[in-house]
Structure formats: structure tokens, C-alpha cells
């Protein structure tokens, strides 16, 4: 049996067919469940490209921004925006009103200007106590419940809210240029799209947005060497350089790359751009990723999948031992065929790795665990030439 799993290991790695670290990078999380309909629609491809930057002005915009042309619909089946003759008010936005705000498993369908605008906010993580979730466009309390301001004596703000005189619509305001602004808005002709108009002939509701950006604390551990590396901030989307291979010391060793522990959730980058624990790492088979020092990284929404805002990194020391030779794993100064030979034998239990050297070596994607993701490593090596 443990000779059938080396012969099938081998043959998975060969042809490409090794499922560990594989799966696809995810994307930011939606705050609920999407519909089938929805998720395979471009809205919703298009809405998982935004970037939040923390300014919720921004943020709410480029969101609504992401929905433009949606069309409602007749049905569940037209949730995806693109029924253009719908006019039931069937929308992913009152699908997510009703299940998410009042507990109707099948959604709620009706009139939905300001609906898009809460379900906007709730997606640009703007929280209700900034900007309350509504169904209704007038100025209640109950509605959205915001400080309303006449555009014969106010100029508006992007993200502002817009409202006719009769109170009877709402949209978002996603520009401003003189006496007029544009519009970002739903259902306007039972659809998600932009108009001009001009500022005295609507009133303006105004959230108390923060309009801070985000940005992440960044920590550096020796993880057993000696030294000291100043902590840094670094702002979402921004980019950053590691420290490099001198930043740390540690006797008999040199610093081979950085790992990344998020302290939010306590959960390491791994290979495949995914968060993961310790835990799981080692039971389904991810690796660590390890960063080279002095390489350069690019904080994008990856980075903040899942985490809290403005979390801290921090990034831990790898280090490798002095003349160690990565996938050499009998010892003999060069890498091949027989190094994955002996490492399948030792995985499987049917032989030892004799020496320290010869684990050291073995363990070559440097992640901390020997497993079979360093026989992958080692065939890479061997490819590389």
C-alpha cells in the first residue's frame, strides 16, 4: 500500500496533479451570501475588483460604481442584472434586504433606490451607525436618519446622498463640478446608472463618513535571532521592501526569506495566497510562503482577506543553515532523482534520512514542516536545473 502511494504521488507531482497549495487565491468576502444568479453575473465580478481604501466617501461610491447597468428583473432566475426589460423589482440588492434585514429567506422586491444605497454601504463596510439601512427615500428618523441640507445653500460631497424635493427617490452623489453633480443611483428607469443634475433642485443628506485610510502595522521577529528591525506602516494597496538578508543575525545560519503571521486571527500567508492557521496548515497540506529578504511586496486586497481593519503583520525570520544544499537529501552536493526517492521512502516510514545535514536539506521549501509539499519543491529544484 505505501509503495502504490509513492508510485501515485509521483505521478501526481509529475503531471501537475498535486491538489496541496493549489486552490485558487480568494477574494475579499462579500458581508452575506450572494445569490447563484448574482455571483455569476459581471456586478458581482466587478464588485470583488473594488478596493477599499477605508475613506467610506470613496469607498460607497466606487462600490455603487461597480453596479452600473444592472436592470431589475421578473424573477429569481434575472437576478443577475441583465434581464433589460424586467420591471418586477427583482434585484440582488432586495434579495439581500429581505433575507439579511428582515429574515425573509426569499428576499424582498420592491421599490429599490434606497435599498441600493444601504446595501452599498453595507458592502464599503460603512456601519449602520454611520449610515443606517433604509427602504424608503424621505427624511424620517426611522429611514436614514441623517442631516439634511437644501442644495440652494449647501454644496454636495461625493457620497453624499441625494433626494428629490418630494422626497419620493434617493441615489449617491459621485461628483461634484460647479452648480451641478453626477449621480450614481438605483433605480433610476429600473436600473443602476449616472445622471447631471443640478445641486438647487434636490436636497442632500449628509453621513458623518470617516474618510481616514487604512493601513496595516508591521512587525518583524529574529524567531530565534538576534537584532532589531523597526517596526513600519504601511497603507492598504501600498507596497514595502523586507528587510534584508543582514537585518538579523543568528549563528551558523542565514537568513533564508520571511513568513507572515496576521495577529488578527492568528493565521499565516501560505502558498496559494490564502490565510490559513498552524493547525491547518499541517493537516491539509498548505505551506507557509516564504518571502526572499529584500524583496518587495505589495499589499493588495489578498493581504486582507478576512482580517480586521488596519491589522498587524508580522513578518518572521527563516533561516537556513550554513552549507545546507535544499532538496539534497542523501548528502551527495547535488539535487536529483534519487534525493525524492529517499524522502518518499522516509514519508512512507520505509527508510531513515541519516544524518542532520541530510533533514536540514530535506525540508526544502524552507516552511518550517517536512511533508510531501518538499518533494514538489525538490522536483521544481531539479527542473530549474
Known sequence: MKKLFTVLLSIAIIFGFLPFGTRPAKAMNMPYVPTSFYIGSEYYTRLREVVLTG??????????????????????????????????????????????????????????????????????????????????????????????YSGSVYTPQVGDLFFKSDWSHVGLVRSVDGDKFTTIEGNCTKMVKSRRLNIADYRFGVPEYNTSTLSYSIGFDANGGEGSVPGCSVLYDGDFTLPGSDSFSRAGYVLAGWSVRRASDDKWFAEGAVWETEEAIVSDGYAKSVFPAGSALILDRLWREGGAVNDTLVFYAVWKGMGVIPGDVDCDGSVTMADVTLLQMYLNGEAPIVSADGMQNAEANLDGLLDIRDISAIYGIIAAG
Open 55 to 148: 475613506d467610506q466617501r470613496t469607498d460607497i461610491v466606487n462600490v455603487a460604481v461597480s453596479q452600473m447597468g444592472y436592470h431589475e428583473g421578473d424573477s429569481l432566475e434575472e437576478l443577475d442584472g441583465s434581464a433589460l426589460e424586467g420591471s418586477a423589482d427583482y434585484t440582488e440588492y432586495g434579495y439581500w434586504w429581505g433575507t439579511e434585514v428582515l429574515g425573509e429567506p426569499e428576499g424582498h422586491y420592491s421599490a429599490w433606490c434606497a435599498i441600493f444605497v444601504s446595501w452599498c454601504a453595507r458592502q464599503a463596510q460603512v456601519p449602520v451607525t454611520i449610515l443606517k439601512n433604509s427602504s424608503g427615500a424621505n427624511c424620517s428618523p426611522a429611514r436614514f436618519d441623517l442631516t439634511y
